[in-house]
């Protein structure tokens, strides 16, 4: 089973950006179709953005369309989140997931491996 380990999180502005890495170890990266979901403080977990084995199929959160750009390189295990034109309501803690075979999902549940989170806070 592959494991997932995010960077790329800090303290920013609004308006700049920011790209998130999570890398996978221990398992075939390309049969894991992966997400980004986020947790802002006193709040849920919330889906952001997902895309498929093969980075064919990618989906995003209304609020993040045309800021965010998911993307993977199955070589290097690796699937990114560029952030452009940070808000503050961008603030939370953002979590990696990888979803074993299927289409990509925007459901907590359909994922059964999570990284521990790198925090991106944005300051107006």
């Known amino acids: 089973q592959v494991q997932l380990v995010e960077s790329g999180g800090g303290l920013v502005q609004a308006g700049d950006s920011l790209r998130l890495s999570c890398v996978g170890s221990?398992?075939?990266?390309?049969?894991?179709?992966m997400a980004w979901f986020r947790q802002a403080p006193g709040k849920g977990r919330e889906f952001v953005s997902a895309?498929?084995?093969?980075?064919?199929?990618?989906d995003y959160v209304g609020s993040v369309k045309g800021r965010f750009t998911i993307s993977r390189d199955n070589a290097k295990k690796t699937v990114y989140l560029q952030m452009n034109s940070l808000t503050p309501e961008d603030t939370a803690n953002y979590y990696c997931?990888?979803?074993?075979?299927?289409?990509?999902?925007?459901?907590?549940?359909?994922?059964?491996?999570w990284g521990q989170g790198t925090q991106v806070s944005v300051s107006s």
């Open positions: 895309i498929s084995r093969f980075g064919v199929d990618t």
């Open positions: 997931a990888a979803k074993l075979y299927g289409s990509p999902s925007n459901r907590e549940s359909d994922f059964s491996t």
């Open positions: 221990g398992g075939t990266f390309s049969n894991y179709a």
